[in-house]
């Protein structure tokens, strides 16, 4: 989970747009839509193409595929969470539920118990829903689904339920950008804030580190999918809290292996330089990038620098830029 220390840009942040109250999935609830996708999304966990990796097993039966997710949700943790973007955790924190597993294996996870070693607590989509209700009655702002792709049609599930209930609050899909654009339409109406990465410009490069096959043009297709649904504005509340929109969040790696400026163009090239970006310094070395002679290290200021710089020249024009710490590595 990012631990963003966000900080405004010093470019105009936000263009504060009042946004009505009502997430936009009621009206499929009522529609008898919402059920309609619910019934679609299962039917994709018998031959599982929910990720750009297309297993193709059969998850409802119980095998199992590259992210080992099954046919239950796990949850690794869910609380509220401070450290997201200022219009996504606002005061009062951002309801995470953060789960367990991954359609990527990156070599610096920083949570890689949970990830690929599979930690976290199997719940039925009821209990799922229960805990929907419980972080709104906590006073979060939103709820935050925390690698969320491999459990869609649970989510999906959960969420019905917890409309039942009396669950209004905004949707955050926070993923790895890997998502199929059919499990991206599934949320079409859905989801109100999409929070994907950008990893990577160069596929060989996101198969080396993540295990993505085919990251570039499946990240690429499925942020096309989420601008063409919400579009570049990032719709505010009064209160200055995301109702509505896109965010798309870049870790820098050290020695340009993110790509951090081809990336950048690309958003400013094919979407829009208006497109709501979210730079991150906060790259650590953890798990298999210990003591490797690239990964094993945190960025440098003059990395950090270059990505901003190229930031500025491509005119994009919102976002946040994570505030670079020296750090002693001594
Ligand atoms: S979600 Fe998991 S099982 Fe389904 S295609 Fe992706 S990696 Fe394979």
Known sequence: MPDLQ?????????????????PS?????????LQRRIEQAYEVLHHCTLCPRDCGID?????KGYCRAGAEPVVASWNAHPWE?????????????????CTA?????????????GVGQQVPVQRLGAMMLELQARGCHNLNLVTPTHFVPQI????????????RLPLVYNSSGYDAVETVRLLDGVVDIYLPDAKYADDAIAQRLSGFRGYVEANRAALREMYHQVGDELLLDEN?????????RHMVLPDGLAGTEQVLA???????????????AQYFPAHKAVGDPVLGRRITHEEYLRALTAFDELELEHGWRQEYCEVDEE
């Open 6 to 22: 966000s900080q405004p840009n010093q470019l105009p942040t936000t263009r504060p747009v009042a946004a009505p109250g009502r």
């Open 25 to 33: 999935y009621l009206e499929l609830h009522d529609s008898g839509e």
């Open 59 to 63: 998850r409802l039966a119980g095998e």
């Open 85 to 101: 973007e200022p219009p996504i955790s606002g005061t009062r924190g951002s309801g995470t539920i953060f789960f367990t597993h």
């Open 105 to 117: 294996r990156c070599l610096f996870c920083q949570n890689y118990p949970i990830s690929q070693l």
């Open 156 to 167: 999906l599930a959960a969420l019905a339920l917890a409309i039942e209930g009396g669950f």
């Open 240 to 248: 200055g809290l995301a109702v509505r929109g896109l965010i798309i």
């Open 266 to 280: 690309w958003i400013a090239r094919e979407l829009e330089p208006s497109v709501y970006i979210s730079l991150m």
